[in-house]
């Protein structure tokens, strides 16, 4: 038995959740993953996983050899590709998530930088505000805001996000600006985020000198960036952005800061990925140039 191929397997299951995909990822027959796997349980005497014809369950003795087995098959990829990089120019293709706002305003604009550096690499960006899975539906990497609640991805830090009270002069006009957190729950509309996940609305944050307020109360939300943008600039309300997403729309004028004084939570964003993944020289150094791109940049 080659015990690293049947670790890979092994793991590969695992990650996909399927014999069908752990054998799409390793480009082998369904029948050559679920022998490998029946030899690695024989192998160590004991069973790693139930299977049924429609599911897999994994065993806690699985649950354990996994962990370590992942650790593992990630160290022999990296050490593989650390040499074929010194070799090889990056090159192929790429999967990349991120919400419609950040690819809209951050991302796309700063691409042609990436192509230049690396013309040899294509991209296929999925733009949503769903959280996507990244190895069941074949994703690299994935650009997300807050902070990550998965442990079994990767994750590096770009930047972190400030967030700025915002309205429409129009709308200050008609109903006056706010001098308080407090104000905000009596005359004055708000304008924020409900989950799609639960339908949910967050309430609006506000820090200073160790106090904290949490304004709710609602009267229009979306589950995206852009959305609220555009209920600020039709004057519904006032609401909290993030400042790289609204900043055009304060130097123009066409939105004004209130509340400047108290402030809100960093939004910290990272890019995340499968640690089960190999680590190809196109995805190495797509993730570093986020890094670097958007840590000398996005944050300012």
């Known amino acids: 038995m080659n015990q690293l191929l049947a670790m890979r397997a092994f793991v590969r299951v695992v990650d996909s959740g399927s014999f069908r995909g752990a054998a799409n990822q390793l480009r082998v027959p369904r029948s050559t993953v679920s022998k490998l796997v029946t030899d690695l349980e024989k192998h160590l005497g004991t069973r790693l996983m139930h299977r049924t014809t429609r599911s897999i369950a994994v065993t806690p003795e699985g649950e354990d050899y996994y962990r370590h087995a992942a650790r593992l098959v990630a160290e022999v990829d990296e050490a593989d590709g650390a040499v ?41 960006l999925g733009v949503s505000n769903r959280t996507a899975n990244i190895v069941g539906e074949g994703v690299d990497c994935a650009i997300r805001a807050g902070e990550i609640g998965d442990e079994s991805l990767v994750a590096r830090h770009l930047f972190d996000a400030g967030m700025i009270t915002c309205a429409s002069p129009a709308y200050l006009e008609r109903m006056g600006t706010p001098t308080s957190p407090e104000d905000l729950d009596g005359r004055h509309c708000k304008v924020g985020f409900f989950s799609h996940a639960d339908g949910r609305t ?5 820090e200073k000198a160790g106090h904290r307020h949490a304004v709710g109360d609602l009267q229009f939300s979306t589950n995206e960036d852009n959305g609220q943008i555009a209920m600020l600039l039709a004057g519904l309300g006032v609401g909290q952005c993030l400042k790289p997403f609204v900043l055009p729309h304060l130097q123009s004028g066409q939105l004004v800061e209130v509340l400047a004084e108290w402030s809100h939570p960093p939004l910290p964003f990272h890019v995340v990925y499968s640690p ?16 670097e791109r958007f840590g000398r940049t996005a944050g300012r």
């Open 276 to 291: 089960g993944r190999h680590q190809s020289a196109r995805l190495k150094v797509f993730v570093q140039w986020l890094v």
């Open 84 to 124: 074929r990089d010194r070799k090889l120019t990056p090159r192929g293709h790429l999967r990349v998530e991120c919400a419609t706002t950040f690819a809209q305003t951050m991302l796309i604009p700063q691409l042609p930088e990436f192509h230049r550096q690396y013309p040899h690499v294509s991209i296929a």
């Open 202 to 206: 967050k309430p609006m944050l506000f």
